[in-house]
């Protein structure tokens, strides 16, 4: 091999004379072109002050120059530095942009109590936030989930300092979240976690393994729901405080606007959220709840986008998920069109041409957008299916009853029991992030009662929210029941339509705790299904499914009427739960659809 003679090292004068040219074409270049001014100033530790005189800790992008600029913000548990490149294109767009970290979260100051107070705190924020130097005094407001949420809670405390909002897959405080329908969801104790402390706990809160363990020692009666902070570490005051408070009472109902807040706010207001977003049901309580108490003018300014998105595709949709596949039309820049639809109700633009009128929905199936001047409007007829055994059992899918267009007539109840002494080996999951929304996992399991339509004779589109009226019996007095809607195409594809899921305490609503009376028949509203939209196409059939909530990630009903989240395996009943169908009790399952259904032969 070939060595290579090594290189003679400079003298130190030529290394001095080098390094003096270089030098001066150094200076030379920067004299001729002096820098670019950065495209974004970051402010990053500010200080806002509260009525209270606690100070909350702002980050803030905005143009550089000494012009002025609307400001928008969001209001976060999570930290200002998770916005950073969202911030980037608001900035890109002329406006300024802030993130503010929630009391006692980050380096504000105060102490951190989930979901509450972030009225005050937001409309102060704003009024801060307007009076900047580089602020043209209008202040607007976006983000996600909590963030959503503290939109609202900002609104309502005063509406005039918030000149647009965008809240997207809100949580309602009490309603959706923590406890929709009365039963917790495990998703808290992460969260808490997540939450707890000033900085953030990314790992600990992505341990899925880790919580999913702690949730099935609860679901197993292994210890108290409500023992679950102390096997955990999660911080134990606020699940506490959530837990002494299973219903809609004057704790949550503080959380959230009044009436007459909801008539003040007159703010140009967009909803987002999709038919997979676990908080779509806050988001829609929201949306109707404003319109419902608001006045012409505020009515005509919010609207509404609603797409096949997950609670996380609301904000970054996708067209893959959960076993289905979107057209790419339904992939939107949501952060280009807040964009876009801010400067249309600020600044007199153009309104974004994928919000042609105040309802805008995603139809699967079709792959297409449509709009409607409100939710009502979408689909004005009403497809209707009576349940009956048919001299089956409905125990089993290939036993199944029958939905049908005709009255029944006397027949007994289908029944299944439910006994939380008996645990699955493969625990059921929730229609969540991994949830496959195009096969039916349990369908072979016991414990659940199955209904089948005859073949549609045409094609329908259903959109909007099912509504499933059941004549229920028990004989305990506490027991969840859960129903799920599956297209089966002519092709025996699946297609998850929606599931609803009530607690018999609760089966009233959540500010009406009664305990189911044993032997008593009661007809149950299950009118809480996700709004959905989709093309059913001729040929398919309908299921119907009713079984148990027996999942890890919620709480366990041990059935025995106890107190909510402190019972155990050793205060567990078996429950029998029958289903009348007859003339006398019957029980209906009700699809809002597009086109006025053919029901002149029993499909």
Same mark, same amino acid.
């Given at each position: 091999m070939r060595l290579r003679s090594p290189r003679r090292a400079p003298r130190p004068a030529a290394r001095l004379l080098a390094a003096l040219l270089l030098s001066l074409a150094l200076s030379a270049t920067f004299a001729a072109t002096p820098p670019a001014p950065p495209p974004v100033i970051i402010e990053a530790d500010l200080r806002a002050p509260m009525r209270d005189g606690t100070e909350l800790a702002v980050r803030v992008w905005r143009p550089t120059g000494n012009g002025r600029h609307t400001v928008v913000f969001q209001h976060t548990p999570y930290l200002s530095d998770e916005t950073h490149t969202r911030a980037l294109k608001f900035v890109r767009a002329g406006f300024a942009y802030a993130s503010v970290d929630r009391r006692?979260?980050?380096?504000?100051?105060?102490?951190?109590?989930?979901?509450?107070?972030? &009225?005050?705190?937001? #409309?102060?924020? *704003? %009024? !801060? +936030? @307007?009076?900047?130097?580089?602020?043209?005094?209008?202040? =607007? $407001?976006?983000?996600?989930?909590?963030?959503?949420?503290?939109?609202?809670?900002?609104?309502?405390?005063?509406?005039d300092a918030i000149q647009a909002a965008v809240p997207t897959a809100s949580a309602y405080p009490g309603d959706d979240f923590p406890q929709p329908r009365g039963i917790f969801l495990g998703f808290i104790l992460p969260w808490l976690a997540y939450v707890d402390g000033r900085a953030g706990n990314a790992q600990w809160f992505a341990d899925n393994a880790l919580w999913r363990s702690h949730f099935e020692r609860?679901?197993?009666?292994?210890?108290?729901?409500?023992?679950?902070?102390?096997?955990? &570490?999660?911080?134990? #005051?606020?699940? *506490? %405080? !959530? +837990? @002494?408070?299973?219903?809609?009472?004057?704790?949550?109902? =503080? $959380?959230?606007?009044?009436?007459?807040?909801?008539?003040?706010?007159?703010?140009?207001?967009l909803s987002i959220?999709?038919?997979?977003?676990?908080?779509?049901?806050?988001?829609?309580?929201?949306?109707?709840?404003?319109l419902a108490h608001a006045g012409p003018r505020a009515r005509a300014n919010h609207w509404l986008l609603i797409g096949p998105w997950s609670h996380a595709g609301t904000r970054y949709p996708t067209a893959k998920l959960g076993g289905l596949t979107f057209d790419e039309a339904a992939v939107l820049d949501i952060d280009a069109l807040q964009i876009d639809w801010f400067k249309h109700v600020l600044d007199g633009a153009p309104r974004p041409d994928a919000l042609p009128d105040r309802v805008t929905y995603y139809v699967m199936g079709a792959e297409e957008w449509r709009s409607a001047p409100n939710l009502d409007a979408v689909a004005p007829h009403t497809l209707s299916f009576q349940l009956s055994g048919g001299g089956l059992p409905a125990d089993d899918v290939f036993r199944s009853g029958r939905l049908q267009h005709g009255p029944t007539g006397a027949e007994p109840p289908s029944v299944y029991r439910f006994d939380p002494h008996h645990v699955?080996?493969?625990?059921?999951?929730?229609?969540?992030?991994e949830f496959d929304y195009t096969t039916h996992g349990d369908a072979l399991q016991g414990g659940q009662l199955f209904f089948h339509s005859e073949p549609l004779p045409r094609a329908q589109t259903l959109c909007g929210r099912m509504s499933f009226d059941a004549s229920i019996e028990l004989?305990?007095?506490?027991?969840?029941?859960?129903?799920?809607?599956?297209?089966?195409?002519?092709?025996?594809?699946?297609?998850?339509?929606?599931?609803?899921?009530?607690?018999?305490?609760?089966?009233?609503?959540?500010?009406?705790?009664?305990?189911?009376?044993p032997g008593a028949i009661d007809t149950w509203h299950f009118d809480r299904f996700p709004w959905t939209c989709r093309e059913l196409e001729q040929g398919s059939r309908l299921r119907l499914v009713i079984a148990p909530v027996d999942t890890p990630e919620l709480q366990r009903n041990f059935n025995s009427g106890g107190r909510i989240g402190h019972e155990t395996l050793a205060d567990a009943r078996v429950a029998t739960v029958r289903l009348h169908h007859s003339a006398g009790h019957p029980s209906v399952l009700h699809l809002p659809v597009v086109e006025a259904p053919d029901t002149t032969r029993d499909e």
């Open positions: 006692g979260r980050g380096t504000s100051g105060g102490e951190f109590r989930p979901m509450e107070g972030g &009225g005050p705190d937001g #409309a102060d924020a *704003a %009024r !801060w +936030l @307007a009076g900047r130097p580089w602020s043209d005094g209008r202040v =607007a $407001m976006m983000g996600g989930s909590y963030r959503g949420t503290m939109q609202w809670q900002a609104m309502a405390e005063d509406p609860a679901w197993r009666g292994e210890i108290a729901f409500a023992d679950l902070p102390a096997v955990s &570490g999660a911080p134990q #005051a606020p699940f *506490a %405080r !959530w +837990l @002494a408070h299973p219903g809609y009472d004057a704790y949550w109902q =503080a $959380m959230n606007p009044t009436p007459a807040q909801y008539a003040a706010i007159e703010t140009p207001v959220t999709g038919y997979f977003d676990g908080d779509q049901d806050g988001a829609l309580r929201y949306h109707r709840e404003h699955p080996d493969r625990p059921a999951a929730l229609p969540m992030v004989d305990v007095p506490d027991t969840d029941i859960q129903v799920e809607v599956y297209q089966v195409t002519p092709r025996n594809e699946l297609r998850w339509l929606g599931r609803d899921f009530k607690r018999a305490r609760f089966r009233h609503g959540l500010d009406a705790e009664q305990l189911a009376t």
